[in-house]
T-cell receptor, first 111, second 115 residues
């Protein structure tokens, strides 16, 4: 079973920030939080990952709570092209690559 | 460049056919993966190759046969498939160094239909 819980769907207005929550209350100390997204019928796209500090890159920001039991992915200015399923995954990078995808959040950005 | 390519994009095959899916990356990655994704479901891991050797087989039926001819190529040979094997087959690669930067990069997938 997936180790994360995400809302099944979210709507967001174009140009506004999208805040995507993820609960991972059973995360262990050596597990990272990864975010991927999958635009319809395409391969998943890596967005960002972090261990305990907040992270930012050109696509998004990742805010991890101090107890690491939850996190939020922030898309600062959503565009129509950000419509996708967003997956939050906890992953041990010293394991052999088994990304365990949950159901994800379907994000729809509307004009 | 973080590109993983997959061919063909679409494949239709009968249950008695033999076909192959191909995946290629030129990022110098030493780990490569096959995932299967059914409609409206998340991807599920099938196989992991590390340094051209099979590291993980997630109890996949033998009608799916992976092959890693070299560090840049990954094949998935298909034989005697069933209609329920129809899915999007995704290839991914990562640097294989098992560090915090071991991010997986996915190809666009092959949409397989078994008649």
């Amino acid at each position: 079973d997936a180790k994360t819980t995400q809302p099944p769907s979210m709507d967001c207005a174009e140009g506004r920030a999208a805040n995507l929550p993820c609960n991972h209350s059973t995360i262990s100390g050596n597990e990272y939080v990864y975010w991927y997204r999958q635009i319809h019928s395409q391969g998943p796209q890596y967005i960002i990952h972090g261990l305990k500090n907040n992270e930012t890159n050109e696509m998004a920001s990742l805010i991890i709570t101090e107890d690491r039991k939850s996190s939020t992915l922030i898309l600062p200015h959503a565009t129509l092209r950000d419509t996708a399923v967003y997956y939050c995954i906890v992953h041990i990078t010293d394991s052999w690559g088994k990304l365990q995808f949950g159901a994800g959040t379907q994000v729809v950005v509307t004009p | 460049d973080t590109e993983v390519t997959q061919t063909p994009k679409h494949l239709v095959m009968g249950m008695t056919n033999k076909k192959s899916l191909k995946c290629e990356q030129h990022m110098g990655h030493r780990a490569m993966y096959w995932y299967k994704q059914k409609a409206k479901k998340p991807p599920e891991l099938m196989f992991v190759y590390s340094y051209e050797k099979l590291s993980i087989n997630e109890s996949v039926p033998s009608r799916f046969s992976p092959e890693c001819p070299n560090s840049s190529l990954l094949n998935l040979h298909l034989h005697a498939l069933q209609p329920e094997d129809s899915a999007l087959y995704l290839c991914a690669s990562s640097d294989g160094l098992r560090t915090s930067t071991d991010t997986q990069y996915f190809g666009p997938g092959t949409r397989l239909t078994v008649l």
